[in-house]
């Protein structure tokens, strides 16, 4: 419907943009406020990395595969 597609225009052109932007600006703040305590951020990415190459587990109270 045209309501529909006004709403989902005024979400994509108008919310979407603030949100991910807001989610950076927690990021940077984030980030700075771990780099003033002493926190290796480079750390969090070595941790991303090394679980981004281990294998697909499956949930042990389920059968679909959930994580790495």
């Known amino acids: 419907s045209d309501l ?3 709403a989902n225009e005024a979400y994509e052109r108008i919310v979407k943009p603030r949100t991910q932007q807001a ?3 927690a990021d940077a703040a984030a ?3 771990l780099a003033r305590s002493g ?3 480079a750390g ?3 941790v991303l990395s ?3 190459k ?3 587990k499956k949930d042990f109270f389920s059968s679909e ?3 790495r």
């Open 4 to 6: 529909k597609a006004f």
């Open 23 to 25: 989610e950076m600006d």
């Open 31 to 33: 980030t700075r406020l």
């Open 39 to 41: 926190y290796d951020a």
């Open 44 to 46: 969090l990415l070595r």
């Open 50 to 52: 090394r679980a981004a």
């Open 54 to 56: 281990m294998p697909l």
């Open 65 to 67: 595969t959930t994580c």
